[in-house]
Each structure stands twice: as C-alpha cells, then as structure tokens.
C-alpha cells in the first residue's frame, strides 16, 4: 500500500494552513505579548489598520493577514529550503557521475599501462632467449670448429711422427684431456717427504716422528685415498695427512699451508676437515675410548699409587679454545674470565676431557658456548649420562673445585678455614688433578692451533678439536715428547658452583678418604710447611 502526498503551491499551503490555525492566528493577532515585545505588538496593529482602511476591506483581508503573518516567512522558507536541497542534490548526482566518470578513465589508464609493461617484458625474455639460443649454437659450432681442427692436426702429427704418437688398442691416437692448474711449487714438502730428511726436523714439523706419521698414513689410507682422473691426478694419501697435521701443529693461516705444500687454498682447507672427518671416523674408537675393566682396574691402581686414593678412575679438566666471535648467540661464547685477565674482548668454546695415569684422553666433550661454568658442561657431557645410567659404579672420577661433588665425583675442599685432614686431602688429590692439567698443556703446546682463533667454522671446530685429541693420544701412546721450545701456559678460571654438594653419601665418603689418609700415613705434610 502506497501513501501519496500531492505537491501543493504557495497558495494553496496558504489557504490549508489558514484552516490547520484559525485559533493561533486570532491568538497571535490579539495576544499582548509578541515575538518583538509591547512595542512591534502595537506598530503592527497600527500598519494592519491602514492597510485595512486603505483596501477598503472586504474580499481578500483574511489571506492577505496570512500572506502578511509570520507563518508567510516560515512558509517561505521551508519552500527555499526544499528547493535548495533540490538543487544540492542534483549537484551531488552530477559530482557523483563525474567522480565515477574520472575513476573509470584511471582505472583504464592503469589496465593499459599494465598492460603494455607486461607485453614489453614477455618481448625482452623473448629476446634473450633468442639471443642465448644463438649464442649457444655459436660456441658449439666453434666448439665443433676446434675439435675438428684439433683432430686434423693429430691424424696429421700422427702421419708424419708415427713412433711417438700413442695409440689404443684399436690403432686410433690416443688423446689425454688435462684441467688447467696453477703452476705452485712443491719443494718444501717434496724435501719432507724424503727418507733422507732429519728425524729432528721432521719432528719439529709435525709434532711427531715419521713412525708414527707412517703409522697414521697407513691407517687413513683407505679413508682419504682419490682415485686418478682424466683432468688431473689425485693428491697422494701422504700429501693429504701431512697438509691436516702441519696445519694443526703450527695454527699458520690456509695461505702459508698452500704455499708450503704447492695446493691451493681452498685445496687445503678441504683436506684438513676431510682428514680431521677421518680420523674421527677410523681412529677415535681405537685410541680414545672409555676404559674396559681390566684396563680400569689398572687405571685405578697407578692413580692409587699415585695419590694413596682408592678407585680413582680418571682425571678430569676443562679448559677453553679461543675462536671468533659467532655471527648468532655471541653472548654465549663470551668468555668473561679470559676478558677481564687478558684485558681483551674473548670468545671461546670448552674442551671437557678425562685422562688416564699417562695422560691418554679416555672420554672428551667438545664443543659447549665458553660462557657456560664447568658444571654445567660436566651435565651436558655423555660421561653425565653414562654415569646416570649406574655403568660408572665404584669409580671415582676426580675433578677440579669447578667441578660438583657428587657420587662419582670428587673434588677438592673449596670452603674456607680447612682442618689438617683437609688440607692433606687437597694436596694428594691435587696430584691426581696435576695429570690431567699437564696432559691439556701438552695438548696445546703440541697442537698450536687450540692456542690462536682458528680459521674453521664453528659447526666445523668440534671434529678438528675431537682429531687433535685422537692425535694426543697416538703421539701419547708411542711416547712422543713435546718440544721443550714449544711453551704455553694453561690458564683456565675455575668458578665454585652454586650448588657443590650434590650427594651427602659422598660427602661422608670423602671425609672418611681423607681421615684415611692422614691417619695412615698416606698424606703428605707439605701443607705443614
């Protein structure tokens, strides 16, 4: 259903309002009080009677009082207003159409020029593909030119100097490719490498004697040899294990090590990770492994005759390799310690290591931020958790005050005010600790780059860490003295942890070791003096 309001003239609202208000005109016309006060009240009534006197009255008085009332002026103005909003709204149609026009020619616009940019791009890889298609053909026929010509002057070579041409079993020339190669010398190796070289200087060299250089050769062989190819030959077994050892004993740069051995850098930097890959894959579960129990029964009596210490079945140290600084978790291997000695920013990561009674490494763990203490390097060790699994039962393993007393572990007093029973505990099993500590300093006097920021990535540094140690061992086992020239201090903070006590039992275990050794006469009286 539809309401329909027809459209009135200026007469006809006149003449309906004149009937909506009869009441409020006679009110408005006789009322005291007006919109303009006593005064405009009278002034009005004063001009309507002249104007009434002078129309004569009559006919028209009534629509002219209206047409002369206020209600006129509101009339009026709700009539301006409406057209007014008429007029605005037929301007804001043609805005609209304009607006709508303009954002339809961008839009256009836009498409086009998108349009035409990919039209010229699919024209530009057209192009370059045209052009690497010709390109490619051009340097096979050029390829094919060489080839050809190449063949023509060997069949003719061939045909004038038949005796000195090779030839395969088919009667044809025989033709061997070879890859262009820097011409580097190799005397200085090629010198070492003579049986006539000095013993002397060939241990100064490689930290070893050439038994032992022959033995490791022999051992790796199989891991590290190349086969020949057609573009060049293969570096010898020898070459190879020389360049990853003469590396690791003198720490000197990549680019002194290809001058040395006439390879090339790159060359060289890859034959160390790949020997260092090697001897961790043939030779660590030869000559570094966990004691067996007749060999740990041997253990503990030398440490025992040692230190008067029953069932001491390791040396434990944890000392710090240098390195640069990390390009993620700097904050990490932030060494706090060596910074404040040194008075120089370092960075470091830790080597954990227990030794025998001769200072062969039986278990090592490498490769933890240095910012981390000594304890909490033990508890990220594989010996942590061999222990945790009861396989380290009735043996002790000594370590340093940095280091937690525990059921497995014993360490030295750490608090202040010791008694004599103490102070003799310390010193004997200071002696013990002493084996590991000189066994890490002979680990770094022989291996020189444990003492210099290496060149090796740092996902890459624990095999070459873990290889040194292998090689310690070898050199170790064959009784292979270091170079009393070759000195380094070991300098390694230890930092009492928070927590030193981890095990009451072997609190009272401790303190029953040392009333044993002073009251029988085990202990020594240094701490007398």
């Not at 203490?373 to 060790?381: A, H, R």
Request: net charge neutral; charged share 25%.
């Amino acid at each position: 259903m539809e309401i329909s309001f027809p459209f009135l003239n200026h007469e006809d609202c006149s003449s309906s309002l004149l009937g909506w208000f009869p009441e409020m005109d006679n009110k408005s016309s006789n009322n005291v009080v007006s919109f303009n006060g006593n005064d405009n009240l009278n002034k009005r009534k004063r001009k309507d009677d002249e104007i009434d006197g002078g129309g004569g009255g009559g006919g028209g008085g009534d629509l002219q009082d209206l047409k002369k009332s206020p209600w006129s002026d509101i009339l009026t103005s709700l009539i301006l207003l409406d057209e007014e909003e008429k007029r605005e709204q037929e301007q804001w149609s043609v805005d609209s159409q304009q607006d709508k026009a303009l954002f339809q020619l961008n839009q256009k616009r836009k498409s086009q020029a998108v349009d035409e940019y990919h039209n010229q791009l699919e024209y530009h890889y057209t192009q370059l593909d045209v052009m690497d298609h010709l390109r490619t053909k051009r340097s096979r026929s050029a390829a094919a030119s060489a080839v050809a010509v190449m063949a023509v002057a060997s069949e003719e070579a061939g045909s004038d100097r038949p005796a000195q041409s090779g030839h395969n079993n088919s009667g044809g020339p025989t033709q061997q490719r070879r890859l262009w190669v820097k011409d580097r010398s190799k005397d200085w190796w090629e010198e070492r490498n003579h049986p006539d070289f000095p013993e002397e200087q060939f241990r100064r060299d490689f930290r070893m004697s050439k038994g032992t250089f022959n033995m490791i050769c022999e051992e790796l062989e199989t891991a590290v040899m190349k086969k020949n190819t057609m573009l060049r030959d293969a570096i010898p077994v020898r070459q190879r294990v020389a360049v990853c050892i003469w590396r690791l004993a003198t720490g000197e740069p990549l680019r002194v090590v290809s001058k040395r051995f006439g390879l090339g850098i790159s060359t060289c930097h890859k034959l160390v990770l790949e020997v260092c890959s090697a001897i961790k894959t043939v030779l660590m579960p030869k000559f570094l492994q966990w004691p067996d129990e007749q060999k740990m029964k041997q253990t503990k009596d030398e440490f025992e005759s040692i230190s008067g210490i029953p069932n001491v079945g390791g040396s434990m140290y944890t000392t710090h390799v240098p390195i640069i600084a990390p390009k993620i978790n700097v904050s990490h291997y932030f060494n706090k310690r060596h910074t404040e000695r040194n008075q120089k920013t370092s960075y470091s990561i830790t080597v954990q290591g227990v030794v025998d009674p001769r200072g062969v490494f039986t278990d090592v763990c490498i490769g933890w931020p240095g910012s981390m203490p000594d304890d909490q390097v033990l508890e990220k060790s594989a010996l942590y958790q061999r222990a945790n699994k009861g396989l380290l039962k009735d043996v002790w393993v000594v370590g340093t005050s940095g280091h937690p007393l525990m059921d497995w572990v014993l360490v030295p007093y750490t608090q202040k005010n010791l008694t004599w029973t103490q102070h003799a505990f310390n010193e004997k099993i200071g002696e013990v600790q002493r084996v590991a500590k000189d066994s890490f300093a002979r680990l770094k006097r022989r291996w020189f780059c444990l003492q210099k920021r290496t060149e090796v990535k740092l996902q890459e540094l624990p095999v070459v860490l873990g290889a040194c140690c292998v090689l310690h061992n070898i050199c170790e086992m064959r009784n292979e003295e270091v170079d009393p020239e070759f000195q380094f201090e070991l300098f390694d903070d230890e930092m009492i942890p928070e927590n030193s006590l981890r095990s009451i039992n072997s609190s009272h275990a401790r303190d029953h070791l040392a009333h044993n050794l002073l009251h029988h006469g085990l202990a020594g009286t240094s701490f007398l003096q």
